[in-house]
């Protein structure tokens, strides 16, 4: 039987380097797929080196029948790609350009940044070393490898009670933070939509946009990171209601 391990990209990114100097703390938190990536990471892996069985379960997906922890679990289960494979593939997924500007923001201010993803800890993280941001933290479920071509996922950051039935609740990651002065969120997707309303301020992007307005919770809506850089540094110093989008 073959034995599935974890690839072990770097071990610095389960500690976060912004550290507000002070008592007020502020966190950002960054969805990846489609916010900080130009595309979805694990759909353009699935494209690769999934099977009609990984097409059946998105729409399985897609239509409630399961939740997206189940649906990824066995479409990664389902993926046949050596690791330098899936490698070569990841070399061609590109990051927001603006997303420099927004860090170099951040280092600045002493932001705390965390990335939480629904998408894969490996394949993040080698991305991220790519464009140098290895230092980030990341909050993912775990690829594993068993050294051929199969593959698995385990979910260091489930949750039984999530609404999402996701594999990464993010709601948790927000709990974490109590205390913190300011809490923001940066996302495109349906994983972000159960956090989305337990943060002082969403910066949405794409069906993000959509569900904020349907469920009246504040946003403000962005193209790239670029938005974000340039609105931020208000929002540490003015009340969250002047800058925000007000629902319709």
Known sequence: MSCFTPIVENK??????????????????????????EKDVT???????????CIQLEKQWQEGMIGSRECMRQQIANMDASLSELDNV??????DPAFSK?????????????????????????????YGYDFLPVYANRL???????????FPYANEHCLKASGNCKCQHRQKLFGFQKVFYVGDGTSDFCVADKVDLVFAKDKLI???????????PIQDFGDVAAILPNLIEEPVENYCLSPA
């Open 43 to 53: 759909d353009t892996l699935l494209e690769h080196f999934g099977n009609d069985t």
């Open 12 to 37: 610095t990114g389960l500690k976060s380097l912004f550290q507000a100097t002070d008592l007020y703390q502020y966190t950002v938190l960054c969805d990846f797929d489609g916010t900080i990536s």
């Open 102 to 130: 927004f860090i170099h923001l951040a280092r600045n201010m002493h932001l705390n940044v965390h990335i939480v993803s629904d998408g894969l800890d490996y394949a993040i993280r080698s991305i991220l070393n790519r």
């Open 210 to 220: 959509d569900f904020c307005q349907q469920r009246g919770i504040q946003y403000y």
């Open 90 to 95: 990841l070399t061609t997924i590109r990051i």
């Open 144 to 154: 594993l490898h068993n050294q051929q071509r199969g593959w698995q996922l385990e």
